[in-house]
Every structure is written in structure tokens, then in C-alpha cells.
């Protein structure tokens, strides 16, 4: 399964669990997947008009607010993922099946986290379940 996930998505679920740790947290949970997003994904957000440092800003800071960071545990400790981002991964898969795509690239990952029931608030103003179809739309022409 992971031959199927581009370079770029790789790199969000390291840097997931890099940001996992920075919280403190026992696992990878849907919203360090976000915050990873905002690292390897900066291109995508530009499609939506989040490309800018103040609305990357902006998204951190509402997470950060949701879910406060607690003690740091340092990055070297390897984290699993939660049942919520086993189930982002597994709507990204489907993001991508529904796209008739092979790979599962960091734009399949962003459109899977507000299928999430536990996903964060933050998302909401880049990719809400309503905008979902509109956001597809903007993704295939990437």
C-alpha cells in the first residue's frame, strides 16, 4: 500500500508524526495530519487560496487552540496513528479511487480529513464536507 503514496504524502505522515510529538500526543491523530499538510503540502493550499502565511498561521493557531500541546516528548519516539487517522488514510485512498488515480498524493489527503467525524475545526475553512465536490473539482486540475 505505501508504493501507492506520492513522495509529498510520504512526507506529510512523517512530518505528522513529527508534529504528534511536538504535541505531547500517544499517537498521530487527524490534526497533526493537517498541521504536516501545511509543510508538505503548501502548494496545494495555494489552490484554495490558503497559501499565504497568515492562513497557514491561521490553521495552526486554531488547532493549537482545539487541541493545546501538551508535554513534548521529543521526535525521536515512533508514534502509531490513531483509529481517526487510519480512517483519513482510508478516505484518501478513496478521494483518490474516486478521481480514477492510482496514487494517493497530499490533495487526496487533505480531502479525506473532513470526512473525519474527530477532524479538526480548523480544516473547515479549506475543505468542509459541503465543499467537497467543488474541491475535487479544483484538484484534478493540478
Known amino acids: ?3 501507492r503514496y506520492t513522495d509529498d504524502a510520504m512526507k506529510t505522515t512523517i512530518f505528522s508524526r ?11 491523530e487527524p490534526h497533526h495530519l493537517l498541521l504536516a499538510l501545511l509543510r508538505a503540502g503548501k502548494p496545494l493550499f495555494a489552490v484554495w ?3 499565504s ?3 497557514w498561521m491561521s490553521i495552526r493557531a486554531e488547532v493549537e ?5 501538551k508535554v513534548d516528548w521529543g521526535p525521536s519516539k515512533p508514534l ?5 487517522s487510519k480512517r483519513v488514510l482510508d478516505y484518501a485512498i478513496e478521494e483518490a479511487e474516486h478521481m480514477g488515480m492510482f496514487h494517493i498524493g497530499v490533495e487526496h489527503l487533505l480531502l479525506g480529513i473532513p470526512r ?3 477532524a479538526p475545526g480548523a480544516v473547515t475553512p479549506c475543505c468542509s464536507p459541503k465543499d467537497r465536490f467543488r474541491l475535487r473539482g479544483k484538484t484534478y486540475r493540478i
Request: glycine residues 4%; charged residues 20%.
Open 49 to 51: 487560496s490558503l497559501d
Open 65 to 69: 487552540r482545539t487541541f493545546p500541546p
Open 116 to 118: 473525519e467525524e474527530l
Open 80 to 84: 502509531p496513528l490513531s483509529q481517526a
Open 1 to 3: 500500500m505505501a508504493n
Open 18 to 28: 513529527y508534529e504528534s510529538s511536538q504535541f505531547g500526543s500517544a499517537c498521530v
Open 53 to 55: 502565511h497568515e492562513a
